[in-house]
């Protein structure tokens, strides 16, 4: 692993992936795995930043084989309508990167269904879209699910008396409970899989602290963090960098299923894919069956069912 970068990747030729986000991160993930040979769709809310991001794609890598599909995490109907597309045109999914997130908005945000907007965007959106594509995973070849956390997980903590921060709104806290719930999901996915023989990978990754919009676009302009992205760039690693843990899991021969991957440098804020630590309370089996539970009951569809 020392140094792994995007041309370590072995050909993804006949491999098809979902990636949610068009910007940043996800648009990094999709670049490289068309550049690899795979068939790509991103998936994200705005159609105007889909259509750029496949046309910067085929611009750097003209026999791209890239889609844009209108996927809103932050409504479980909109969540619904892509897979419903999606299991009618596809007969398997080897790839599904659980990438896109909204980071910290100053004041609390509901999605359509009224869950708190990290929560029901970064971690239950997610939850919801993976239930509804584990059918195709299952058809799919060696298929992974790669699930982004965040450092930010490490001072998260699962309030299953306020996850929807109702009580008590501080950006933050919420941001990190829902990159925590990222972590486990991807964790107890593996456990679930293995145990019910669906054949699926489940692995997941944190991109330590890099150069994309989210910081810009969450808090405002005007924030503390948005001033910090501007004037202290330096400080942050390339978004093709900070994709690279999640390249790494996604398509690395060497990669561990139930494993979590991370920059190696500086306190995992920077550097090439590693091993990242793993935060204590991410290893609660029983808390992560808890959230399982929990999760199926807001999102209205259980994995199990589904597969």
Request: charged content about 20%; some cysteine; proline content about 6%.
């Amino acid at each position: 692993m020392d140094k792994w970068t995007a041309t370590d990747m072995p050909p993804q030729r006949g491999r098809s992936a979902v990636i949610t986000g068009t910007g940043g991160l996800g648009y990094e993930d999709a670049l490289a795995l068309a550049r690899s040979g795979a068939d790509v769709i991103i998936a994200g809310r705005n159609p105007q930043k889909g259509v750029d991001a496949v046309a910067g794609i085929r611009e750097a890598v003209p026999a791209a084989k890239v889609r844009f599909e209108q996927l809103d995490l932050a409504s479980l109907k909109s969540v619904e309508n892509f897979a419903t597309r999606l299991n009618g045109q596809l007969d398997g999914l080897d790839l599904l990167v659980n990438n896109a997130g909204v980071m910290v908005p100053p004041e609390r945000q509901e999605t359509a269904d009224g869950f708190e907007l990290q929560f029901g965007t970064n971690y239950l959106g997610h939850f919801a879209l993976t239930a509804h594509l584990l059918p195709l995973l299952r058809g799919g070849k060696d298929a992974r699910v790669v699930t982004l956390s965040s450092i930010a997980a490490r001072q998260g903590k699962l309030d299953f008396d306020d996850l929807q921060s109702r009580k008590t709104y501080i950006p933050m806290q919420a941001y990190s409970q829902s990159k925590l719930a990222c972590l486990m999901f991807a964790f107890e996915l593996q456990r679930k899989s293995m145990a019910e023989g669906w054949g699926v990978t489940s692995l997941a990754a944190h991109p330590g602290v890099s150069r994309t919009e989210l910081l810009h676009n969450a808090p405002g302009r005007g924030s503390l963090m948005s001033a910090a992205r501007s004037f202290m760039w330096f400080m942050f690693q390339p978004a093709a960098q900070g994709a690279l843990p999640t390249l790494y899991a996604a398509t690395s021969p060497a990669a561990v299923p139930g494993a979590y991957y991370g920059p190696h440098a500086l306190g995992e804020i920077r550097g090439y894919p590693t091993l990242s630590k793993v935060p204590k309370q991410a290893t609660d089996e029983v808390v992560a069956r808890r959230l399982w539970q929990v999760s199926e009951q807001l999102a209205g569809i259980g994995l199990s069912a589904e597969a």
